[in-house]
């Protein structure tokens, strides 16, 4: 529908907020997808699982919308890695909370920016790390995280 509005439209300011509206749109779509799927998992609590996988999930939903709003999500995926034990289902939350966050931060202080998410492993553990360029966590805030 926005679609054949925007087709009729020749204000360019009315346009572009349209354009808008499809973006986020088709965001609240792929993320009310990936939250069904998840929502569907049998298996509830720790199990086995290729954090991998389960990381590269939203990893690529997320680039996705990066092209939409500007953001470059480098995720290198890393082959290899042991199994972890946890809920997937709890970790996916907790990975497209991070991912949206970013997204947010990044926007608030420039249009451009990007979102780094790498995996490893040491001492016989698996990681994720998320790092966006964003303007971080002020100073007011520190004491409420965690």
Not at 75 to 92: K, N, V
């Amino acid at each position: 529908m926005s679609e054949l509005l925007q087709d009729g439209e020749t204000d360019e300011t009315a346009r572009k907020q349209l354009s808008m509206l499809q973006q986020q749109a088709r965001r609240a779509a792929e993320i009310v997808q990936n939250l069904t799927y998840f929502h569907g998992l049998r298996h509830r609590g720790k199990s086995k699982m290729n954090l991998a996988e389960v990381v590269g999930a939203h990893a690529e939903s997320a680039c996705v919308f990066a092209a939409q709003e500007q953001l470059t999500v480098d995720f290198l995926r890393e082959t290899g890695l042991p199994f972890a034990l946890g809920d997937p289902h709890q970790l996916m939350q907790v990975f497209l909370n991070l991912i949206l966050n970013a997204e947010q931060a990044i926007r608030e202080i420039r249009d451009r920016g990007t979102l780094r998410i790498r995996l490893g492993k040491s001492d016989g553990k698996v990681w994720v790390s998320f790092q966006d360029d964003g303007p971080g966590i002020s100073l007011e805030s520190l004491p409420s995280i965690f």
